[in-house]
C-alpha cells in the first residue's frame, strides 16, 4: 500500500481521519459503558469514564462521584475503578490498602468485589460490542427490508438495453420455464442462478393483475455494480454504484459471470472496462487484486478480485420482517464475522494465507473514510463489523486485554486466590508488549503489503 494514497488531498485526508475517529469513538463509548454501566449494578465504583487519552478537554463530575471526561487522544478509551492504579485496571497498593479497614469502601472496589462481578464487569465490554453489532444489523434489515416471496419486481434499475416487458409489481414465477425457489432456501436458489442460460434476453414467466404472462427481460443478473469494496481497484478506479460494465478488453458481455470468468482468468493483469454510466460510456482501467476469500464448508481460497458486488435487472420488492426475525438476521451476521475472523487469524498463523489480510490503523481508517464516503447506511454497517471485531480482539486471551482478565478469574475460581501480584505485574507486562508488537506489525502491512 502506498501511504501517500491516503493523502489524494487535504479535504480527503480530514475526510478520512474524522470518519475513522467517529467510528472508533462510538465503538469505545459502548465497550466501555458495557464494563461502567456492568461494574455499577455490581456495586464496583468507577472513578474516571474516559473517552481517549491524554490531556483532558472537558470533564465532567456526576452525583456518584464518577469524572466523564473527552481527552485530547481519541484512539481508545476506558473506564478506572475504584482500586484501579491505571486504565490497564492495575492493582493500586495503597489505595487498596487504605480501603481494606473499610468493608463497605473495599467492595466498591474492582479488587475487593466479589469474583462474579469483576468478571461480569470485564465480560460486559466485548458484550455489548456484540449487542450493538446485533441491533444495528437488525435495524438495517427491519429498515431495508427482505425480498418478498415470490420474488417480485420493485424499482426497474436504468440498464443500458431496454427492460422490455418487466413492470413494478410483476411476481416472478420463473425463467426460462424454470421455477424460481424461495430466496430462503438458498442452496436451491444459488442452483436456479448457475442454471440460468447466457443470453441477452430471458423470458419471465410473471404474475400480473392475477393473470400469468410471459414476457422478455434483461439477463437477471446483468454485469452491474450494486456495491464496491473499500480498498479495492474497482473504489481506486472510481466506479460507482449503478455502473453496469458492457465490456471487458473490447468484448461485449451481459452477465455479471462474464465478467467475473474475465478478473478470475486474468491472473492479475489489467483489464480494459467498458463502463455505461447514466447513458454515457466511459473508458476504465484496473488491475485485479488477489483476495483470500472465506468458503462457506472453511477455509479460505484464493481469487483475483476488482471489489464489485452485483445484483439483479431489477430491485426487489421488499417487506418488513419482525422484529424476532430482523434480531435473528442481526444475531447470524454477527456470528459469522465472528467465525470468518478466527478462520482468517487460523489461517494466517498456520501460513494458509497471507498476513497481510491483518490490517493497522491506516488502512482501517481508510475503510473508515471509503464507507463514510459510500453513505450513512454504509457507514453505520461498517461501524457494526468493526465493533464486532473489537469485541472479539477484546476477548483473546491476553493480559492487558478484557480475556487476560477473564483468565485469571477463571484462575482464581478453580485454585481459590487470584495469581500472586508480581505475576500478575510480569504477566501484564508481556501482555502489553504482545498488543504493541501487533499494532507494530498491522502498521507495518497497511504502509508495505500491496
Known amino acids: 500500500m502506498d501511504i501517500f494514497a491516503l493523502i489524494p488531498q487535504f479535504g480527503g485526508l480530514v475526510w478520512t481521519i474524522a470518519a475513522f475517529v467517529l467510528a472508533l469513538s462510538v465503538i469505545v463509548a459502548i465497550h466501555e459503558y458495557g464494563h461502567y454501566i456492568v461494574g455499577r449494578w455490581s456495586g464496583i465504583h468507577a472513578d474516571v469514564f474516559s473517552i481517549g487519552f491524554g490531556p483532558v478537554l472537558w470533564s465532567l463530575v456526576d452525583r456518584r462521584g464518577t469524572k466523564w471526561q473527552i481527552a485530547a487522544l481519541p484512539f481508545g478509551g476506558y473506564v478506572k475503578f475504584a482500586g484501579d492504579a491505571n486504565a490497564a485496571s492495575g492493582k493500586d497498593d495503597a489505595a487498596m490498602a487504605e480501603a481494606a479497614a473499610d468493608p463497605e469502601r473495599l467492595r466498591a472496589t474492582m479488587h475487593g468485589a466479589p469474583l462474579w462481578a469483576r468478571a461480569a ?4 465490554g466485548p458484550i455489548f460490542n456484540f449487542a450493538l453489532s446485533i441491533l444495528v444489523f437488525a435495524a438495517v434489515v427491519a429498515t431495508s427490508g427482505v425480498s418478498r416471496d415470490p420474488l417480485t419486481v420493485g424499482e426497474l434499475r436504468p440498464l443500458p438495453v431496454e427492460q422490455r416487458g418487466l413492470e413494478t409489481g410483476d411476481e416472478v414465477i420463473g425463467v426460462n420455464g424454470v421455477p424460481i425457489p424461495r430466496t430462503e432456501d438458498a442452496q436451491a436458489y444459488s442452483d436456479f442462478l448457475d442454471a440460468l442460460p447466457q443470453e441477452p434476453v430471458l423470458d419471465y414467466l410473471v404474475r400480473r393483475n392475477g393473470d400469468e404472462t410471459v414476457v422478455p427481460g434483461a439477463y437477471l443478473l446483468p454485469p452491474l455494480v450494486s456495491g464496491v469494496s473499500p480498498q479495492s481497484a474497482a473504489m481506486g478506479a472510481g466506479l460507482e454504484v449503478d455502473d453496469v460494465i458492457i465490456a471487458v478488453d473490447g468484448d461485449p458481455i451481459f452477465a455479471f459471470d462474464q465478467l467475473k470468468e474475465r478478473v478470475e482468468g486474468g491472473n492479475g493483469a489489467p483489464l480494459a472496462l467498458r463502463v455505461w454510466r447514466g447513458g454515457e460510456e466511459i473508458d476504465v482501467t484496473l488491475t485485479p487484486k488477489r483476495v483470500d476469500e472465506p468458503q462457506p464448508g472453511g477455509g479460505f481460497e484464493t481469487q483475483w478480485r476488482i471489489g464489485i458486488a ?7 420488492a421488499t417487506e ?6 430482523a434480531l435473528a438476521s442481526g444475531v447470524r451476521q454477527t456470528g459469522r464475522i465472528i467465525e470468518g475472523s478466527l478462520s482468517g487469524l487460523a489461517h494466517m498463523i498456520t501460513g494458509a494465507i497471507s498476513t497481510c489480510n491483518l490490517s493497522g490503523p491506516i488502512g482501517i481508517a481508510q475503510t473508515s ?27 483473546f486471551p491476553v493480559p492487558a486485554l478484557d480475556g487476560g482478565h477473564l483468565v485469571f478469574y477463571a484462575y482464581e475460581a478453580v485454585v481459590g486466590k487470584p495469581p500472586s501480584d508480581r505475576a500478575l505485574r510480569v504477566l501484564m507486562s508481556i501482555g502489553l508488549a504482545t498488543v504493541l508488537t501487533l499494532m507494530v506489525f498491522a502498521l507495518a502491512n497497511d504502509i508495505f503489503c500491496p
Not at 452485483?310 to 426487489?316: K, R, T, V
Not at 447506511?377 to 472479539?392: H, K
Open 320 to 325: 418488513t420482517p419482525g422484529i424476532g426475525e
Open 121 to 124: 464487569t470485564v465480560a460486559a
Open 369 to 395: 473514510g471509503a464507507m463514510a464516503s459510500q453513505g450513512a447506511e454504509s457507514f453505520i454497517w461498517f461501524i457494526a463489523v468493526l465493533s464486532t471485531a473489537v469485541g472479539l480482539l477484546n476477548l
Open 310 to 316: 452485483g445484483g439483479l435487472a431489477f430491485e426487489p
